[in-house]
């Protein structure tokens, strides 16, 4: 009751009028392009307008008040409600530090001191308070499960009658917390810039004033060495703009970066994330492994995955599970199950649609964990990570919420010049990739466009026969409803400027995100199909072939009506692609669904290094007659 009765205090001495929000805070959007894309489930709640009337006979009490008492990273929490005047849109909030009154709201966000809200924070999650329960609106009775990661504070649970639109606080739980709330959680893995390197990045509490991170690791059965962790953060001010500035704005805690260096080429190791006390103790995760990368060009069995726009759901069925990314725990436990076929994943782009609810990229980044914990999860940057106005994206929307690449850039590593731009090369023994950031101009005579060439260019291809191009946005071919309403079936002005090179560097396949569903385009040309298989390519390089991976779980995206004749395959699901090079001669490609990892759509490529050598239509130099 103590707890009560100080949010009591604290919201009694705020402005007794109802806070008008600033018309410069946005709490959702609609993408101009998106059709039934769903809205960010915390966006619903205005959360600026909630008023206080707690009843002194309205209880909310959570269990057990101490979480990870065994070191887990995630835990469930039992809430017990009693409310004597329920009704069906009685909502109970996670709130996240368990503090959440107006005592937080930054004063220079709003106009002045009478303008500040009751609460200026979104909660981290919520449910219905008569979720599975039909005798709640009867008995004001019901014990709510909620599965809570460790976010580096304390948390409480709110109830509030009057639904999303004027939510009126009725009763604040006590507050509970994990054993240690600053532990490092949910490592990520990445390729570095070297072939023999691999980045570690981390989330914890600590700071470097309070403890040095380091990775400790080794081969089983050697001595482990330690390496050194950089650290960084980011705050409310580098965001630019609502809700990420305001409402949505989380501390996202402090990212550690080490970089695992000289390593034997596939080769497993294990390895475990650590922070060295002032004391001399050791914070420690638990242990992880890793199989490090194939020296470039090496000849041995090779498997990535592809597939952009997954999203994130919560799997105690909070945040109206289901209704906003329906597909992403199917995409990410399928891949799950399947890790030891599984050498690298790809996600281009639109990871987990926060749109500027920074506590959204702790829970993505917990969902992921088992991907990125054990193979290098490598990103690409989309629409709602960079897309803001006046802030350098090519296109000029709200879609990253006001965060402007800051947390993606930040909490997922790449091997990057600049991580700003989000463009850069990577090679994985037969592979070569480039990724291209669609947010920022790639069009001929830019930075970027000289970055792709070069990186096409790159590619040697008697090593690394395998040529893979990707970007978020659909800068090739598209049968998508919408980009066939703007008439030419892909990103205005993307194959344009794109599309003599891949065609000049014999690009094998370009993955694109951005349109939720799959396809695949045939090996095509200036419009044109250059090859008239569909499942099994041979012999010389003459068009590159294009698929849609989109489908990793956000809302899927509608079709036209009409086949273009380079459409080869289409399906309107959610799921990713596999790549499979047994050898320098010998790809095979598989688009699966997510629901069940079966095989819906495959094609092979068999060649030898002189069908890439081989000119075709604007792929060589025109030569001369000179002996």
Known sequence: MALLHYYYYLFSVAAASLFIINSDVVLGHIHP?????????????AIHKATLLLHEKASVKASPTVLGLKGEDTDWVSVDIDYPEPADDDWLAVFSPANFNSAICPAEEY????????????????????????????????????????????????????GFDKPILKAVSNSITFANPKAPVFPRLALGKSWDTMTVTWTSGYDISEAVPFVQWGKKGEKFIKSPAGTLTFSRNDMCGAPARSAGWRDPGFIHTSFLKELWPNTVYYYRLGHLLS????????????????????????????????GKAERDGSNEYANYQPGCLNTTDTLAKDLDNID?????????YANGYISQWDQFTAQVAPLTANVPYMVASGNHERDWPNSGSFYDTTDSGGECGVPAETMYYVPAENRAK?????????????????????????????FIEKC??????????WLIFASHRVLSYSSNYWLGQEGSFEEPMGRANLEKLWQKYRVDIGFFGHVHNYE????????????????HYSGMVNGTIHAIVGGGGSHLSDYSSMIPDWSLFRDRDYGFVKLTAFNHSSLLYEYKRSSDGEVYDSFTISRDYRDVLGCVHDSCAKTTLAE
């Open 33 to 45: 392009h998106h059709v039934n894309i769903g809205e960010q489930p915390l966006a619903k709640i």
């Open 520 to 535: 695949r385009i045939c090996p095509i040309y200036q419009n044109q199909c250059v090859n008239d298989e569909k499942h």
């Open 344 to 352: 690298i994943i790809f996600h281009i782009g639109d990871m987990p």
């Open 111 to 162: 106009e002045s001191k009478y303008n500040v809200p009751y609460i200026c924070t979104a909660p981290i999650k919520y449910k219905l308070a008569n979720d599975s329960s039909s005798d709640y609106t009867k008995t004001g009775k019901n014990t709510l499960k909620f599965s809570l990661i460790n976010q580096r504070s304390d948390f409480a649970f709110a109830l509030f009658a009057g």
């Open 279 to 310: 004391d001399g103790t050791t914070v420690w995760s638990k242990y992880n492994k890793f199989k490090s990368s194939p020296y470039p060009g090496q000849n041995s069995l090779q498997q990535v995955i592809v597939f952009g726009d997954m």
């Open 456 to 465: 096409l260019a790159s590619a040697d291809r008697q090593k690394q026969p």
């Open 422 to 450: 989000y463009w850069y090369s990577a090679d994985y023994g037969m592979f070569h990739f480039c990724i291209a950031d669609s947010e920022h101009d790639w069009r001929e005579g830019t930075e970027q466009y000289k």
